[in-house]
Nanobody, 126 residues
């Protein structure tokens, strides 16, 4: 059973930065992906960024390319999402998820992910 715990959310002004963390436990196999998703009130959940735990390859939603960076620290079993130049419309609950074990290529849909964290609130004020 894989468990994911997010942290690092909060309130920031437009143009500011936040770094989210996703702590991972219970993963026995190394072949999996971690994705970040977000969901704003009244909107559908959307993919933000993903990373291959083994290969460290990354992929992003077009809307965040160049502003967000996903990375992982193997020693700490943690995935990070560095978010810069945040916009008010990016206010949402951000969740990390594990596609575990995975043989997919750069999964972007929620259905591909098997385990989810509780989420952390990010509020961007204008």
């Amino acid at each position: 059973q894989v468990q994911l715990v997010e942290s690092g959310g909060g309130t920031v002004q437009a143009g500011g930065s936040l770094r989210l963390s996703c702590g991972i436990s219970g993963a026995r196999f190394s072949r999996y992906h971690i994705g970040w998703f977000r969901q704003a009130p009244g909107k559908e959940r959307e993919f933000v960024a993903g990373i291959s735990w083994t290969l460290s390859t990354t992929w992003y939603a077009d809307s965040v390319k160049g502003r967000f960076t996903i990375s992982r620290d193997i020693a700490k079993d943690t995935v990070y999402l560095q978010m810069n130049s945040l916009k008010p419309e990016e206010t949402a609950v951000y969740c990390c998820a594990a596609d575990y074990p995975s043989y997919d290529t750069n999964p972007r849909t929620a259905e591909k992910y098997d385990y989810w964290g509780q989420g952390t609130q990010v509020t961007v004020s204008s």
